[in-house]
């Protein structure tokens, strides 16, 4: 892709996937029912598959094993349902933060830095897109194709779906019945990759694209002032401080962009993070304590390496708008703030810079519901607590077999 190309790709890529979840700008009656059709369906889809994973869950206790399999579904499928929920009570708010990256990467194309760092932002973007596909629709992929290929291998009499469906009435392994439950859960899975895709593409790009805003304001903020200028000496200090204003005008900008994220997005990280956890813990111990069949270790493989790629994905982008908005600071002080003179708009310029390095002393950031800044320390504190959680799940196991 060509230079110019490059710029506006992930807006696009968000606008295509959130019209597959029926989250959308409708411009008539007919765009407007069919998006609150497909958001119906999808919902409809996954609370489905929430009731048939506890029915399931309920019916596999006695082997622990089946039962955490069960169980990690059931988390992955709540995480999707908790988080497509509050996307569509903010729905607006998510409009307006689209308008808005839009809007930014209109006026980052009035110069070259503008130009070179929203191009890089993009292809970050896009590469954070290939890495979402393919962990998601990996785990997808071995959900739905797992219980196809054990019937292709096994005994074809007895055939098993991902889910089992436990209706007495019916004969779920005979068809046609067998063929619309399998269908039936393929749309489940495919939904819930879709929407966790969407979901997690929005919040990274959003946030990727407020730390390049970050630096263009670092440049910014370097070229206030320049001994290279062509300027008189009498009308240096005034050009200096008539730049620091502009760029302190940003700063207030971004950390109200800063803030307009928090509130759309601050309780889906709550949701993710504490989904992540819980499946940190149950898909690692289906890897190392696994029962049946390759697939079924595979499956515990990509659903684990699924959800600590998220939640790290997450972090690491929560934590690149720390670092950027921290660094507002040193990029004031690096500039050539000692040519100017002592008096009269020099020393204007010089309390401006003092107090925007002073407001970046408290550098803006998300939160997961209000309750822990998302850093890449808070990964560590998951990591950590899924640890103990798994430690935990072994001694139950091990104390269960010890009393059979």
């Known amino acids: 892709m ?21 989250l ?13 059709l497909i958001y119906t369906c999808l919902l409809t889809l996954m609370t489905i598959g929430v009731m048939l994973s506890l029915i399931d869950f309920f019916y596999t206790l006695d082997d622990i094993y089946s039962a955490v399999n069960i ?23 998510v409009f307006d933060i689209i308008d808005r990256i839009e809007d930014t990467i209109e006026n980052g194309k009035k110069e070259e830095y503008g130009i070179n760092a929203i191009i ?3 292809r970050k973007c896009v590469v954070l897109v290939i ?26 009499s007895v055939k098993s779906l991902p889910i089992q469906i436990h209706v007495t009435k019916l004969s779920h392994s005979e068809s046609p019945y067998y063929e619309i439950g399998f269908v039936l859960e393929a749309a489940i899975g495919v939904s819930a990759a879709i929407c966790s895709v969407t979901i997690n593409i929005f919040l990274m790009t959003t946030n990727l694209h407020l730390v390049c805003q970050f630096e263009i304001l670092h440049n910014k903020l370097k070229w206030t002032f320049s001994n290279d200028l062509d300027i008189t000496d009498s009308n240096i200090s005034r050009y200096a401080f008539e730049n620091l204003k502009k760029c302190i005008k940003i700063h207030m900008m971004l950390i109200d962009y800063t803030a307009q994220i928090e509130n759309a997005c ?37 659903l684990f390496l699924t959800s600590i790629g998220e939640f790290f994905l997450v972090s690491w982008s929560c934590n690149e708008i720390i670092l950027a908005s921290a660094k507002v600071g040193d990029s004031a002080y690096n500039t050539t703030w000692y040519g100017l003179s002592a008096t009269g708009y020099g020393k204007a310029y010089r309390d401006g810079l003092q107090l925007l390095m002073m407001r ?13 800044i998302v850093s890449l320390e808070s990964f560590n504190a998951v990591i950590t607590t899924a640890t103990s959680y798994f430690a935990l799940l072994r001694k139950f196991v091990d104390d269960a077999e010890l009393r059979n």
Not at 2 to 13: A, E, F, P, Q, Y
Not at 24 to 36: H, L, Q, S
Not at 141 to 152: G, S
Request: aromatic share 12%.
């Open 131 to 156: 890495i979402l596909g393919i962990l998601t629709q990996g785990a997808t992929a071995n959900y739905v194709i797992l219980p196809f290929v054990e019937n292709f291998n096994g005994n074809t």
């Open 266 to 302: 601050s309780y889906m990280i709550l949701v993710q993070m504490l989904s992540s956890g819980l499946l940190m813990c149950t898909s690692g111990f289906q890897i190392f304590f696994f029962s049946g069949t390759i697939l079924k270790f595979v499956f515990g493989t990509s």
């Open 2 to 22: 060509s230079r110019r190309t490059d710029i506006g790709v992930s807006v696009k890529i968000i606008k295509f996937s959130m019209k597959l979840i029926g």
């Open 120 to 122: 890089d932002c993009e």
């Open 24 to 36: 959308w700008k409708a411009d008539n009656t007919i765009d407007k029912v069919v998006t609150i």
């Open 71 to 93: 169980f990690c579904a059931m988390i992955a499928i709540l995480n999707l349902i908790g988080k497509l929920t509050i996307f569509g009570i903010n729905r607006q708010k």
């Open 360 to 372: 970046s002393h408290r550098p803006c950031y998300l939160t997961a519901g209000k309750f822990c």
